[in-house]
């Protein structure tokens, strides 16, 4: 689901330009939302001119919790550059 979400980001045009990868496009996605994944939530958080200027950091965190209660997280991360 995370690498999923980096791929709608940084490789399908509609969703790639530079300019529209932005943090407001990509709200936090709560549990119970997801189609097929009801069970998990997914954020994603973008960073402009990081690590360097016309560099945007994309950090996509997929959440769910384990049977005892317990909190998972996966969190992958990529850059996108102008």
């Known amino acids: ?3 999923f979400q980096l791929s709608r ?3 399908i045009p509609e969703h790639a330009d530079y300019a529209t990868v932005t943090s407001a496009k990509y ?3 709560k549990y119970g939302s997801i189609a097929g994944y009801e069970a998990f939530q ?3 958080v973008i ?3 990081t690590p360097e200027a016309n560099m945007k950091m994309v950090t996509v965190t997929v959440s769910w919790r384990e049977p005892a209660g317990e909190t998972k997280d996966v969190v992958v991360s990529t850059i996108v550059a102008k």
């Open 9 to 11: 980001l940084t490789w």
């Open 27 to 29: 709200p936090r996605e």
């Open 42 to 44: 997914r954020g994603v």
């Open 1 to 3: 689901m995370a690498v």
């Open 47 to 49: 960073v402009d001119d």
